[in-house]
């Protein structure tokens, strides 16, 4: 039996584009004589549809798609993922469903069991988990048929209290397919192969798994879909961050998966760290802006390497032809603010204004004199500063459709060190879950083969620039500190008491946890951030705004 | 058997002020020679908690307080509500628990069965369902104890496939307690007491439900607890939107409870709609400010309704020495803007203070006409003019400490018809969960024993005011018609079929609808929303930003 495994990008809710794009790799797959091609999981819909998923409308949409895409799976059997009705009275009304489509019709379903509903995910919000199993036949192979997190219970603290495939090896199947909408983290490359390994291993069948591609909104799916076999071989990596079409042939004697390329590249292999940031940022950038219809961004460039790095990553997402930038210089700016820009700028080809802001700043201090009535100079007016090119930024967006990037790091959204309506507007965030000591280390990638972002950028003491002499570390500790104080708190979710345990100093992590928990109503208000670690600001970490805990 | 039943607003994760309240009731009801005294859902950690949950500090800190409140229960029994950790290898890692206190002990403890997991509810995030079910006895007394939603699966389409009172039953109990966190909404109150009569005639036994009161950021708890006889007869509902301390006295041979009050005053039973939605806006602000500290509010005042109504409620909340209102006409400002506003001001004795934007606004369309170069008046320069009434009320907040308050209405942030870091700043929505025609009906309430809203403010056709003459109505449809529209779309998820079907025009339907989902990105940036319908903009209802539905 030949397989296809169907590694596509699709978008929420179009579905006149995800039935055209099925509908060609069918073709295509039928061209390379597949039996079989298998879609991600809610391919139909493309993941997360989040609450459309309440809209019966939205529900008739996606099965007709099925109906529809099913009239081409003539001679060859189709795999999609949707939701679909859950037909009891008790229970939630929808299941996360797997149909089988072949000879023009719907002739199986599947349903998810297990619904992960942590950090990003919701799925019990919508969907009833199944409770019923059975192995799916295509051209009389049994198959067990999962859908993504089924295959994830077993690690040593389950999170669910079953395990599907415990059920489904009972009626011996000879092979597994998942179907999953696994987002990507810097991290997760491994621990979805840890895990698919650990499932062939376990059942002793093969394993062809199907991830998505693509970016929605902040959530990014980084594909790397794999074939295994059972000794815990991968026959082949998919591409990461990207489309692919891929073919394997599955011999049922020896229950063998085999690649039906001579030849399979080293390249697929999942890049490191910083690299697969790089990468996944890329892909965040492109398919916020093109699944939009936007092309053109815009941002300030403030002679520091947030907006320097953000900068490259535009251009190299979008073209050097689609990003502007304002230089916007108060009188609180270094020259290097100005100087050490057109550097990149010149470097990187683009567009630029220069717009200073000190006399819209002055009339702004004149306007409100009544009313501040000789105050000394604080945080009010450094924030006018910031304000006044967010102002700028919006209009020029407003004017010509730019979109406005973000340019926040993790660390000052973490701790609260920008201005609401200010430095933190924009469409989209696109360095919101990456670190500081992380922005250096991408500034570093992104000069491996020669300088593109100045060394003066990368080298100056951070600052913010909104009062004389300003330096991040003025109010902040080292960010190399920070940042691990950070990272353990929201990432690893450790208390004060365990923090201390950790060597760090008490008064210190009083003082950041404080920053961090009295900031939830800026983050409220941030931008949508790419998410690209573990635990990311956003819809993965859910505060209250009002409330004492840490603070 | 006297049962206390103690209806509290607690601080979100502020353990010492939720023990010494929690402390102080119990001592009260020793002094009335209580047996029993019943806490609401979660009321140690306060609800919700959100993500705090994952922290093991924040667990064990719930725990120790339980055992600090046990303290006092001596010749009392307690029960309390907070997260517990699970004790076994499978499933989540904690329970949404009720503990039993007595003799200065933890003597038993129940866990939720039925985790809603929609709108604004996550309990499936954090917490394991119960499956095993037990009856707790107190002086002798067989009691079932549940919690919140535990007793709302008797529908006809129930959400749950199991039913813990089916089970509880079984053990003969002759009392039903409940303890609860259910947000208001204006038509929970009737919904709520329909799903407790339901069930006190189904099992034939009575019912004591305690009820969190008070806001957590957004969530407005309404109280209006419950003690019911087993024909469905109310006992006693308690205060909607304050707290109360109340008492029963249940006799078990009869097995009926009869409150400790000598005459039971009409005047707890639910207000109507427009009343409520009052009542629950003050109770939501005043809990915003208090809750973190804060008293002074700011607010720009147009001359429109909307910012006359949140003006008032702000008075209403924090008192008239505590608002302080701006005054930002420019030049496309009508003179009703500043004399309509005045009016009020004087009407309601509170500070003012009137900074005109012209010349602002002037200078920044100097500063940009090299960009602009003399392209025609747009969306750019309405926008500057709401920014710039940004960045003054956001200065005055930053230079004196006043809280923002942001005063959208429903209908236009559905539509977004409104600026993005203008008009749309604040700390906390006020009316943003309130239709334009009921922000009309607010406002007469408001005026119903005489003029406070000056009629002309009420009158006037309904401005944005940033360009020549402009109306709410040269861009949008009438507001009757365009709230009846959001209603059946966003609260009734009515899908663009079922609209035409009941009456509206295609186009108009197709024009509203792509309105509401391409403004998605403007609702995220949105402050956090008093929430007072069963749809509200928020944590309740969660769109994707970047998709192509009925868009």
Redesign the interface.
């Known amino acids: 039996m030949r397989i296809a495994l169907a590694q596509l990008n699709f978008?929420?809710?179009?579905f006149v584009?995800n039935i055209r794009k099925s509908k060609e790799a069918i073709g295509l797959a039928k061209a390379r004589g597949a039996n079989l091609i298998v879609f991600p999981e809610l391919s139909i819909s493309?993941y997360?549809?989040?609450?459309?998923l309440?809209?019966?409308?939205?529900i008739?949409q996606c099965y007709k798609a099925a109906l529809e895409i099913a009239t081409d799976c003539n001679g060859i059997t189709g795999i999609v993922g949707l939701p679909s009705t859950n037909p009891k009275?008790?229970?939630?009304?929808l299941f996360n469903s797997a149909f089988v489509l072949q000879e023009g019709k719907i002739t199986d379903k599947v349903h998810k069991a297990l619904l992960p509903?942590?950090d990003i995910f919701?799925e019990?919000?919508y969907f009833e988990p199944n409770r019923h199993f059975h192995c799916i036949e295509i051209n009389n192979t049994k198959i067990a048929l999962t859908i993504c997190e089924d295959l994830w219970n077993i690690d040593?603290?389950?999170?669910?209290?079953n395990c599907p495939m415990d059920e489904l090896i009972r009626e011996e199947p000879v092979l597994m397919i998942n179907i999953a909408a696994s987002p990507f983290d810097y991290s997760h490359a491994e621990n979805r192969k840890d895990i698919l390994i650990q499932n062939v291993k376990k059942y002793k069948i093969p394993l062809v798994y199907v991830n998505h591609v693509g970016?929605?909104?902040e959530i990014i799916f980084d594909g790397g879909s794999v074939a295994l076999n059972t000794n815990g071989d991968i026959v082949k990596e998919c591409n990461y961050f990207a489309e692919e079409l891929s073919f394997f042939d599955f011999d049922e004697k020896t229950r063998t998966l085999k690649t039906t390329e001579t030849k399979v590249s080293d390249a697929n292999t999942a890049p490191q760290k910083i690299e697969r940031i790089h990468d996944a940022l890329l892909l965040g950038i492109r398919?916020?802006f093109h699944?939009?219809g936007f092309s053109k961004a815009i941002l300030g460039l403030s002679g520091g390497i947030d907006s320097a790095l953000v900068t490259v990553l535009a251009v190299r997402a979008l073209g050097s032809e689609n990003v502007k930038v304002l230089l916007m210089p108060s009188e609180f700016s270094s020259t290097g603010s100005v100087d050490d820009s057109l550097k990149l700028i010149h470097a990187l080809g683009i567009h630029h204004?220069l717009?200073p802001?000190a006399?819209?700043f002055d009339?702004?201090g004149e306007?409100?004199s009544?009313?501040?009535n000789n105050?000394p100079f604080?945080?009010?007016e450094e924030?006018?500063q910031a304000?006044?090119r967010?102002?700028?930024l919006?209009?020029?967006s407003?004017?010509f459709g730019y979109i406005l990037l973000n340019t926040s790091n993790k660390s000052e959204i973490a701790v609260g060190y920008g201005t609401?309506?200010g430095d933190m507007?924009g469409?989209i965030s696109v360095i919101g879950d990456v670190y500081k000591t992380e922005v250096f280390e991408l500034a570093r990638f992104i000069n491996k083969d020669g300088e593109i972002i100045p060394k003066e950028i990368i080298s100056k003491a951070p600052s913010a620039e909104l009062r004389p002499n300003q330096k991040d570390s003025d109010s902040l500790p080292s960010y190399d500190l920070l940042d691990q104080v950070l990272y353990q708190y929201i990432e690893q979710?450790?208390?004060?008491?365990?923090l201390i345990q950790n060597g760090f100093d008490e008064a210190l992590i009083r003082r950041i946890l404080k920053l961090v928990n009295t900031n939830e109503?800026k983050r409220?208000?941030?931008?949508?951030i790419l998410r690209v670690s573990p635990k990311s600001f956003g819809?993965g970490?859910?505060?209250?705004?009002?409330?004492?805990?840490?603070?």
Do not use: H, W
Request: with cysteine; glycine share 6%; hydrophobic share 35%.
């Open positions: 978008v929420v809710g179009d584009e493309a997360p549809p989040q609450d459309f309440e809209f019966d409308d939205f008739t009275r008790e229970g939630k009304n509903n942590y919701d019990y919000r040593d603290d389950p999170m669910y209290i970016a929605q909104t398919d916020y699944k939009q204004e717009i802001i006399k819209v009339l702004f306007t409100l009544p009313q501040f105050l604080n945080v009010a924030n006018i304000r006044i967010g102002v700028l919006m209009a020029m407003n004017k609401l309506y507007c469409g979710r450790k208390g004060p008491a365990e109503y409220y208000q941030t931008p949508p819809m970490r859910r505060m209250p705004i009002v409330g004492r805990y840490l603070s």
